[in-house]
């Protein structure tokens, strides 16, 4: 992978992961790497799944994939958010 790849990788990740935040439920007290974590795989899955169904490679921009990425996105952050905001420390 191309030095640009990465940085389109961590790019989208941001967005797809801001965006998750935006439509996920609640508080999300989760930092922003993880958010961007979060982004980069809801991207991999997302298309992953636009492309197991057969609708990743329509003409022009890929608005089903785009939304399949944000509702995993969302999804992922939520997760995220329940899981991340369990760590504690029980003295």
Do not use: C, H
């Not at 958010?35 to 990743?56: D, E, M, Q």
Request: net charge positive; hydrophobic share 55%.
């Amino acid at each position: 992978m191309a030095v640009t790849g990465i940085i389109t990788a961590i790019v989208v990740g941001l967005v797809l992961g801001v965006l998750g935040r935006f439509f996920a439920p609640g508080k999300q007290s989760i930092p922003i790497w993880l958010t961007i974590v979060v982004g980069i795989v809801a991207a991999f899955i997302g298309t992953a799944i636009a492309r197991g169904l057969g609708y990743a490679d329509t003409k022009g921009f890929d608005w089903l994939e785009l939304i399949t990425q944000i509702v995993i996105a969302g999804i992922g952050v939520t997760l995220a958010a329940n899981l991340y905001g369990r760590r504690s420390v029980t003295r």
